[in-house]
């Protein structure tokens, strides 16, 4: 386990990124040293300069590499798309050969165990074959309607803040470089048998992050649509002891948290809050279900 390396890419934009990531690095330092080699690769958008403190804070936790994203593209998505194919671009020049995994870890994720990355370490490795990709799969997502057919939100796919191979960008085709790139990634992963579901990295929010921090499954939350600076602050900040003594509700409160959702689905019909509500639903569902980490090949649809 100790010839294990792993790369963390941290990607951003603008200083209250930079800001968040500092506070990550605070938190890291606080952890044992892991087991494997971790190199952090701090990728810069086109637009921004490398950033000196951010570099010094992440040097205290292993070896540092400040890269600039060259391609000139700009806006969403095809802005971080571009940073995101930079660095495994980078990443499968310069580290051939390499088995582990690289991290595109964005600005409202946070590691809550002290040994996160040993444990995503262990998981990668302990597959039969080695992933192309590995995170917290999101399945199908519909939208319920009365008198009408559902109608489809969000096709399945493994969020973009996972673990990949190093020789990602070799493994992909060129097709899979258009769209939203974790959306446009997947199928062809997932084809290939080696797209892998963790509970490891969960998606979590405000209302429920402090119970999440005490679930022993997970060990990276996911801020995904919350107010970013409120929900890294939330991980990272000690469980108290009142929280610890009211653990055993976590259930209780799991159940109450699930129904409400349920209730509130019918009343929020339409955007981003709708998708929201939809999507945890149908990721509790799939994550209490017996499929395995390993996701089926996809059926085609029909034109």
């Known amino acids: ?8 890419i941290l990607p951003y934009f603008c200083q209250e990124e930079v800001d968040r990531y500092l506070k990550i690095a605070d938190k890291i330092a606080s952890f044992p040293e892991p087991k494997v080699e971790v190199h952090y690769l701090l ?4 637009r921004t300069e490398p950033n000196a403190q951010l570099a010094a804070a992440y040097e205290k936790l292993g070896k540092v590499i400040s890269f600039q994203c060259p391609t000139q593209i700009f806006g969403y998505p095809e802005g971080p798309g571009a940073m995101f194919w930079d660095c495994m ?50 399945p199908e997502v519909y939208k319920k309607r009365l008198f009408k057919a559902k109608k489809l939100l969000l096709e399945p796919h493994i969020n973009g803040g996972a673990c990949y191979a190093m020789d ?6 060129a097709e899979a470089r258009t769209g939203v790139f974790d959306m446009a990634v997947f199928q ?21 992050v402090r119970r999440d921090l005490m679930d022993c499954e997970k060990v990276l939350l996911h801020g995904f649509m919350q107010e970013k ?43 981003r809050r709708a998708m929201l509500e939809n999507m945890f639903l149908a ?3 799939f994550d209490q279900s017996d499929r395995g980490a390993v996701l089926p090949v996809p059926v085609k649809r029909a034109a």
Not at 43 to 46: E, G
Not at 168 to 173: V, W
Not at 188 to 208: C, D, L, N, V
Request: hydrophobic share 40%; charged share 25%; with cysteine.
């Open 43 to 46: 990728a810069a958008s086109p």
């Open 188 to 208: 062809y992963a997932q084809a290939k048998s080696r797209a892998m579901s963790t509970k490891q990295i969960a998606f979590s929010t405000h209302g429920r």
């Open 89 to 138: 671009e980078y990443i499968s020049a310069n580290f051939p050969g390499n088995d582990g995994f690289s991290l595109w870890l964005e600005s409202d994720m946070a590691p809550i165990k002290p040994d996160w990355i040993d444990r995503l370490s262990e998981q990668w490795y302990g597959f039969e074959q080695l992933p192309i990709m590995m995170g917290c799969y999101v």
């Open 168 to 173: 990602f960008a070799r493994q992909m085709p």
């Open 283 to 285: 990721k509790k569902q």
């Open 229 to 271: 600076d409120q929900f890294i602050d939330q991980c990272l900040a000690p469980l108290t002891e009142r929280e610890l003594k009211s653990a055993a509700w976590n259930p209780l409160m799991e159940k109450i948290e699930t129904a409400n959702r349920k209730l509130r689905v019918w009343f929020v019909r339409k955007g």
């Open 1 to 8: 386990m100790a010839n294990k390396k792993h790369i963390v």
